[in-house]
C-alpha cells in the first residue's frame, strides 16, 4: 500500500494515498518540489522580486499589517466571479451576467497575482517550485478566461462557456497547487507574521 506521510503541528498523520487520483496527484507534486531544473529561473527571479522599490506597498502586499498573506483572501474575488459565472452557465439566466462576473474576476487577478508574487519571492526552494507551478496554471486560466469574455462579448456563449469550464479547470489544479503550498508554509513559519 502506498502511504504518505504529512507533518501535522504536534504530531505526524498517516494519510492512505493508494486510491489512484490521490496518489498520482501526490506523486506529481512530490516530482514538482525535486525539478531542481527551474532552481537558477526561480532563483533570479526571487531575487528580481526582492530588489522591487515597493516601499510600504511591499509589507501590503504580503501582508504584513494583517499578520498574515494577503494572497489567499485576494483571490477570492476571481475564484468566485468565475465560479458563479459558470453556475449561472447552467441555470437558465440571460447571458449578461456570467459575461459580467467573468470579467470582474479578470479585473481581480492583477492584485492577487502580484500579492502571491511578493509571497512566492521569500519561499524556499522546495515551496517554491510548486508556487512557479500554481502561478503558470493561472496563467492558463486567465488565458481561458479572456477567451471565454472575448467570446462572450461577440455573443458565441456556447464557446464562452467551454472556455470557462476549461478555466475552472486550470483553476481548481492552481488552488491545489496553492494550497500544497500553504499547508507546508504553515509548518514551516509564514514570513507574513
Not at 99 to 112: E, Q
Amino acid at each position: 500500500m502506498n502511504t504518505h506521510l504529512f507533518a501535522v503541528p504536534g504530531k505526524l498523520a498517516r494519510s492512505s494515498a493508494s486510491k489512484g487520483g490521490s496518489a498520482a496527484w501526490l506523486t506529481t507534486v512530490a516530482y514538482l518540489e525535486r525539478a531542481k531544473a527551474v532552481d537558477p529561473a526561480i532563483r533570479t527571479l526571487q531575487r528580481a522580486i526582492r530588489a522591487l522599490p515597493l516601499g510600504d506597498v511591499d509589507d501590503l502586499l504580503r501582508g504584513r499589517p494583517l499578520g498574515h498573506p494577503v494572497h489567499p483572501m485576494l483571490v477570492q474575488v476571481p475564484i468566485g466571479c468565475w465560479l458563479s459565472a459558470t453556475v449561472l452557465d447552467a441555470a437558465p439566466t440571460g447571458r449578461s451576467a456570467p459575461t459580467v462576473l467573468t470579467a470582474v474576476g479578470l479585473a481581480g487577478i492583477a492584485p492577487a497575482a502580484l500579492a502571491g508574487w511578493a509571497d512566492w519571492a521569500d519561499l524556499p526552494l522546495e515551496e517554491a517550485r510548486v508556487g512557479l507551478a500554481h502561478a503558470l496554471t493561472n496563467v492558463v486560466a486567465v488565458a481561458f478566461y479572456s477567451a471565454s469574455l472575448a467570446a462572450r462579448l461577440r455573443g458565441r456563449s456556447g464557446k464562452g462557456k467551454a472556455w470557462s469550464l476549461g478555466g475552472l479547470t486550470a483553476v481548481a489544479v492552481s488552488g491545489a497547487l496553492g494550497g500544497h503550498v500553504a499547508y507546508r508554509r504553515a509548518l514551516h513559519g509564514s514570513p507574513a507574521a
